[in-house]
């Protein structure tokens, strides 16, 4: 990766670039091309944002010379105000080895700390390695806000999210201890598959 030219910028800003954004992100998870765009279609100021990758010099007609390199999407975390979550990080199946997926995180981070948060938080099935070497480390769940943080408040979104019989004071039982390594992880996701859990403090 070169670095010249490449910026990453808010889809919602670019929405001639929203089918071509769809067939990349459907290139790594399938899904119609219908209802893709229309989750990218969600990208907005408040979040959630999905940001994309940019090379070459272009305009919003989509100019000769510009290509779209990757895709990253952020929301918000439900009771943590300065942290972001991080998903479908994505780059063209064309354009890997060459040093994107790591410039489209560092454009990820700049793009965070200039609208004010501290915190990045993802999952991975297998790029654990790759985020370590970007600064992150093992971490514990926390809840994506999604879509929902656009039209709902924070605070209800925080209210529906405890655990039945929780509150804000720490409960008489300890937490039970869930240890995570590189290479073992008791997190799952919804389909059963062991995920990573991993933060960075920008």
């Known amino acids: 990766c070169d670095g010249r030219g490449v910026r990453a910028i808010p889809l919602h800003q670019r929405p001639d670039l929203l089918e ?9 998870w399938q899904r119609s091309r219908g209802a893709r765009v229309h989750t990218l ?51 063209s199946k064309a354009q890997r080895g060459k040093g994107y997926g790591r410039t489209l995180m560092q454009e990820t981070e700049r793009y965070a700390k200039t609208r004010g ?37 924070m605070d209800v979104l925080e209210r529906f999210s405890r655990l039945p019989g929780t509150d804000d004071t720490q409960g008489e039982c300890p937490a039970r201890l869930v240890v995570q390594t590189l290479e073992e992880t008791p997190y799952r996701d919804a389909k059963g598959v062991p995920i990573f859990w991993m933060h960075k403090d920008i």
């Open 20 to 28: 071509p954004c769809a067939d990349l992100v459907n290139s790594e």
């Open 41 to 91: 279609q969600k990208s907005c100021q408040e979040f959630p944002v999905a940001l994309v990758l940019l090379q070459g010099s272009g305009n919003r007609d989509g100019g000769d010379g510009e290509s779209l390199l990757g895709h990253v999407r952020l929301s918000r975390v439900v009771s943590r105000p300065g942290s972001l979550f991080v998903e479908s990080v994505v780059v």
């Open 117 to 153: 948060f501290k915190r990045l938080c993802l999952t991975t099935h297998d790029k654990q390695h790759f985020y370590t070497h970007l600064g992150y480390v093992l971490s514990t769940p926390v809840q994506n806000a999604g879509v929902m943080g656009s039209f709902m408040p």
